[in-house]
């Protein structure tokens, strides 16, 4: 059974940094696109990042620069690092294969 | 970056009527194009991907259409428990862009 299992949010003061998680199994990462999505409280979905199979990554505008994908082969999963994080980086956060998603974790900015 | 553009963006109708949602693309896409239902307090489900290919378990009253810049989501009979907000995206290239969300009510 294919499962995504995100960690790692929480309550983080602005400027601060976090880094998500995204534990999968009954697939391999590497060899899917994964994504993260997040959606902020009321809002529409927003697409954050992609890492492809190949490696390449790629970043909505809004974290360009501030956040970073990457994947762990050995563990199987899937991280965004978050850095200089904003009130407006608030949102639930889904990592996501095109045809399963997590469960998503919540990142609240704030002081 | 491509725009998707989604309308409306709610409609209400009554349980049994057809139902089609709309999006669009500002440059063609070919069919690398997905369509999700989220309902209230879910996680999005995806329905439809490669524009009309039916993702497995979705009941046969949703389908999709299109190709290039226009796409359409269809729900042949509206049933209580397809209410929820509807997410067309776009996965040709980066961004992986979504539309703006259709939010469908029972009127």
Redesign the interface.
């Known amino acids: 059974e294919v499962q995504l299992v995100e960690s790692g949010g929480g309550l983080i003061q602005p400027g601060g940094s976090l880094r998500l998680s995204c534990a999968a199994s009954g697939f391999t990462v590497s060899s899917n696109y994964m994504s993260w999505v997040r959606q902020a409280p009321g809002k529409g979905l927003e697409w954050v990042s992609v890492i492809y199979s190949g490696g390449s990554t790629y970043y909505a505008d809004s974290v360009k620069g501030r956040f970073t994908i990457s994947r762990d082969n050995s563990k199987n999963t899937l991280y965004l690092q978050m850095n200089s994080l904003r009130a407006e980086d608030t949102a639930v956060y889904y990592c996501a294969r095109l045809e399963s998603w997590g469960q998503g974790t919540l990142v609240t900015v704030s002081s | 970056?491509i725009q998707m553009t989604q309308s409306p963006s709610s409609l209400s109708a009554s349980v049994g009527d057809r139902v089609t949602i709309t999006c669009r693309a500002s440059q063609g896409i070919s069919n690398y194009l997905?369509w999700?239902q989220?309902e209230p307090g879910k996680?999005?489900?995806?329905l439809i991907?490669a524009a009309s290919t039916l993702?497995s378990g979705v009941p046969s009253r949703f389908s999709g259409s299109g190709s290039g810049t226009d796409f359409t989501l269809t729900i042949s009979s509206l049933q209580p428990e397809d209410v929820a907000?509807y997410?067309c995206?776009k996965?040709n290239s980066?961004?992986?862009?979504?539309g703006?969300?259709t939010k469908v009510e029972i009127k």
């Open positions: 970056d997905a999700y989220q996680v999005p489900k995806l991907y993702q907000t997410y995206q996965y980066a961004p992986w862009t979504f703006q969300g």
